[in-house]
């Protein structure tokens, strides 16, 4: 069907739906009428009526208390419906209305499994406000539960229906979906309009500068004149549109080339002029050692008099703090680390790295949407460790959840100890076949270890009664060399991890790889953040603009956050069979 004949259709149905509602089928039922009494007036008249009438009042008032904001009252008046007695139109209100209160708690998978009723399969014949409720919902409920194509699919489908701030919210809404998926994702599909999106989205992440993209976008309001985002271009894009744009032309890479440093130096250094390669921009990149400056006042002296634009680096943390303790800088600078949590940075400052802090929020994000409400929790001793415990803790309590326990890793030989004292492992009666068991109040263990580490925890697991437990873990257990023996022992934890080290067939990788074959391992994260800082580079006005921008990375997503920090959202992938397997990004 084509995006200009739909409305059209609808209006028809629409018309249909109008006259059948004042006179419903006896088989369909009514749906309650908004009622002109108070909850507990509502509540009182039901238990003085007939079961039908009293059903119908109880839903008006459930109803009534989940547009008060009462969803308490709403789910317990719910709870008192034996939803099996209801009319199909009953059943469908009641289960929408259900949803929402789904999502009001945060539980998108039981949103979407109340709008898989039955009796949704007579949606169509329900008039057009109660439609867009209940599709409403399950757009909502899609997007919640990480599937942002279905959620698109169905806002798309609404779209029509739709007028004033109600339409222009959900155009909007259907762009963020939209550009938030993987290029991979953006295919055509049966759908004119969808499809239109999606190109749209394809066009602009396919495009390298900003004046590229901009590009991109006329080039596709020519092909699309009559697409819905054609008549009107969702903000982000119309504010991409007009930006002013001014190429970038000479860059500083401000790394140290002896020292401690210098491997990660060198990684970082080659990525970024692999990207610069395959992308033949018209750059002009120049070298400084970091470890040879007087100082960091004659660096910015030098590079400004020199003509740079850009400072990419430093790596050093002391110095990214020099430069965070400033008032301005001379030059925008990309630093490679990242200063202090709380220090307030100058306007001129950005940073950007592999911040296991990134990953740990990933972990919570994960471990929520798989469905999971109570974690434990074992990391490292020392500051890294309770860095990244403390970046799971806060996002996994915004979300929701609960850290039942957290404890730093023991060493190997009391380690056996520690997870039984965390599982709280206890003998099951007095017989000798029965086994010891684990406390049932844990959901899951989050796990931010070396190799090394992580190596023990599994088998220990497994030899404490608790094999079961699902674990989810950062990128820090995967040495990326590809070890059978000690992937085994890994089996079944969930990790996050860069699109570099789980693709091996990215172009770049592979011509990386022909140079450099240390790429191959966990150092191909470096590679990868040099390619990123490359990718970033002319693109930081763009998301200082945007701040919605995403951009699809080999070191992850990467996004700014308000602090002008770059944020790294990660695939995920699981030890099996002693092999890593990339998982589909829609969460289950």
Known sequence: MTARFRPLIFLCIAALLSACASSPSSTLGELPRTPQASTQQLLKEADASDPAKAASLRLSAADQSMQQGNQAQAREILGQIDINQLMPAQQMFAKTLEAELAL???????A?????????????????????????????????????????????FIAPLLSGEPAEANHESIWTLVSGLPIEQ??????????????????????????????????????????????RLPDPLKKLSELANKPLSHVALLLPMDGPLASVARALRDGFLAAHLAG?????????????????????????????????????????????????????????????????????????????????????????????????????????????????????????????????????IELANQIADLLQIRSNGTGGDAQPSRRQDIDFLFLAATPQQAQQVKPTLIFQYAGDLP????????????????????????????????????????EIE???PQARGSLGRLYAMGADA???????????????????????TLSLTPQQRIERRLPWAEFRDGEVHPLMETLD
């Open 534 to 556: 490359y990718q970033l580079a002319p693109r930081l006005n763009q998301l200082l603009a945007l701040p919605d921008t995403r951009l699809d990375g080999l070191s992850g």
């Open 186 to 231: 953006l295919q055509p599909t049966t759908d004119t309009d969808l499809t239109g999106w999606m190109t749209l989205a394809a066009a602009v992440k396919q495009a390298g500068t900003i004046s590229q993209q901009q590009r991109a976008i006329e080039v596709w309001l020519q092909q699309n004149p009559n697409h819905p985002a054609a008549k």
């Open 280 to 412: 033949q921009q018209d750059l002009k990149i120049e070298l400084f050692d970091s470890t040879r400056l007087s100082s960091l006042d004659d660096f910015y002296r030098q590079a400004s008099a020199a003509g740079v634009e850009l400072v990419i680096g430093p790596l050093e943390k002391d110095m990214v703090r020099q430069l965070a303790d400033r008032d301005q800088l001379p030059i925008t600078t990309l630093a490679l680390n990242y200063s202090d949590a709380n220090q307030k940075v100058p306007p001129q400052l950005f940073q950007f790295g592999l911040a296991a802090e990134d990953e740990a929020r990933d972990v919570a994000r994960r471990a929520w949407a798989d469905g999971h409400r109570r974690a434990v929790a074992l990391t490292p001793r020392g500051d890294w460790g309770n860095r990244v415990f403390e970046a799971f803790r806060q996002e996994w309590q915004e979300l929701g959840g609960t850290v039942i326990a957290a404890e730093p890793l023991a060493e190997p």
């Open 112 to 156: 979407l499994q109340a709008l898989q009723h039955p009796a949704f399969e007579r949606l169509a014949e329900l008039p057009i406000d109660q439609q867009l409720r209940t599709q409403l919902a399950r757009a909502k409920a899609f997007e919640a539960n990480s599937q942002p194509l279905d959620a698109a699919r169905e806002r798309t």
């Open 104 to 110: 009001a708690a945060d539980e998108p998978n039981s």
């Open 514 to 516: 022909r140079k450099w």
């Open 471 to 510: 674990v989810y873990a950062t990128s820090h257990l995967h040495a990326a060399t590809d070890n059978r023996t000690q992937y085994l022992d890994l089996e079944g934890i969930r990790f996050t991890e860069t699109p570099w080290l789980l693709d091996p067939q990215l172009p770049l990788r592979q």
